[in-house]
Structures are given as C-alpha cells and as structure tokens.
C-alpha cells in the first residue's frame, strides 16, 4: 500500500525497498487514515455519512449483479476497517438480497477501541425499504450481534412491518409515506446514537443520499479493469440540478487499485 496524496514524509515511508511496491498497511494504519471526524467544539459529535463503493475505469458498479468480481484484498480490508469504525451500516433491500448481507462481526482487533468510543461490539445494519419485502430468516435478522434496523415510510404495510419486529429487527419510520427520506434517515439514527454512518449501497441509495445532500464523504476504490456492458453506475436515480463538488482528501495505491477519499467540498 501506498499514499499518494497528500503527500507527506510517511509516502515514502511505506514503499517497500527499491520504492515500488508498498508494504501492507495494518489495521491500526489503515483505521488512522480512514478515521471519523472528532467531535466539535461543545464536544457534540453530529452524525457523518460517508459512502463506500468500487467502481471499475469504465464506470461500472457491479459485474453480474455483483461487486466482489471488481473488488481485490485490499479494498476488503479498507471494507473490514470502514465497517470497524462504524457505527452503523446503511444498505438498500437490493443490495441485501443481490449481495447476501450477513451481520457485521466482531473484531478483536478492534474492540478495546470501540469500547473507549463508546460504540458496541460491531456495527448495526440499517437496512433501507418501503415494501420491507426481505426474507426474515437470513442471518442478518436471526443471529446478529445487535438488533438489526428497518429503515421505512409511515405508510409501510402493517403485516410486513409486524413480521420484521416477529423476527427481532427494530423498525424505525424515516419517511412521510412509503418511502425513505434520507435527510430522516440519517436524523432518525442520530438519535438513537448512531452518528458515524457508513452507506454500501446500492447505487440507488447512494444516489438518494446524494441528491438528499446528505452525503458527506465518499471512499472509492477505482479497479484497473473494464468490463463495458450496462451494469450500473456507483449512483443511480435522477440527476441534481447542479452537480455537488467534493474534494480529494487522501488517495491509496496497491497493485494498481486506487482507494480515494473525497469529502463534500
């Protein structure tokens, strides 16, 4: 692994001998670059939504439905460490049945500071629907660590609502009718004390949070591949009127994969 940006004394630092290849980054490193804002000055930590997602040269999201084909060991491990720092976990329903979404688990490594920034043993997921239309005995509902979440509307249907509480989720209204309002969303898990969000899509969701301006962050692996077709696109949904600029904040290299950090500008 390697900095690229910005670029500071550690760039050098982590090339291997002879400076071409980096060495791999530890968890611990890998945590510090990739760490949550503190709190502000009344010590008042307000929630952060940061996006994570893999996109190949060619701009696709997925290959065959899926983005594992595009991915490679070192964005799992920035995924293992975005999902350590986390508070929450935000997915749309079709990412979770497309992707076959467990709970998050808990890592050794990363408990003594979770502990000390008063956050549970892992991640909650949240997931996003206005139709609830999940199956409730995957893993994900019947053996999490921590209940997991049911982001819906007002106007969900009763029976769905009632089988997902029957099978232990929490359900949380973050919308007028059916659907989710984003901007709620993120408001809602604020105030049950999540306030470092990690979205992993889908391009849908993300495009909502986007056009909802709600996103704050975005950690984009760009793979060295092309795979042309029509897969979507790391955002979907309609355009915005004007396009939100982000700026660069870091950029990491290994093995010809690019890991960048771009934050709302």
């Excluded at 000055?41 to 084909?69: C, I, K």
């Excluded at 979205?199 to 950690?219: F, M, N």
Aim: net charge negative; hydrophobic share 45%; aromatic share 6%.
């Amino acid at each position: 692994m390697r900095r690229l940006f910005p670029v500071t004394d550690v760039t050098d630092e982590t090339a291997a001998p002879g400076g071409v290849d980096g060495r791999e980054w530890s968890l611990a490193e890998l945590a510090a670059a990739y760490a949550y804002p503190g709190p502000g000055p009344a010590g008042r930590r307000e929630p952060w939504l940061r996006g994570n997602m893999v996109s190949t040269l060619d701009g696709a999201a997925q290959h065959d439905g899926r983005s594992q084909p595009i991915s490679c060991p070192a964005d799992m491990r920035i995924f293992g460490v975005l999902r350590a720092l986390a508070d929450v976990v935000v997915v749309g329903a079709e990412t979770v049945r497309q992707e076959g979404y467990r709970p998050a688990r808990a890592r050794a490594e990363f408990a003594a500071d979770r502990e000390a920034a008063g956050q549970g043993p892992a991640a909650v997921i949240a997931v996003v629907t206005a139709s609830l239309d999940l199956d409730f005995s995957l893993p994900l509902f019947t053996t999490p660590l921590l209940p997991t979440l049911i982001l819906t509307g007002a106007g969900a249907a009763p029976d769905r609502v009632a089988a997902a509480e029957k099978a232990g989720a929490r359900v949380v209204v973050a919308g007028e009718g059916a659907a989710v309002d984003p901007a709620r969303a993120v408001r809602a898990l604020a105030d049950l004390g999540h306030t470092r969000l990690l979205t992993e899509g889908g391009p849908r969701l993300l495009g909502q949070t986007v056009a909802a301006g709600v996103l704050d962050e975005l950690c984009l692996t760009v793979a060295p591949m092309l795979t042309a077709g029509d897969a979507q696109r790391i955002a979907g949904g309609p355009s915005v009127t004007i396009p939100v600029r982000f700026t660069l904040n870091s950029m990491l290299e290994e093995d010809g994969f690019l890991f960048t950090r771009y934050r709302r500008a």
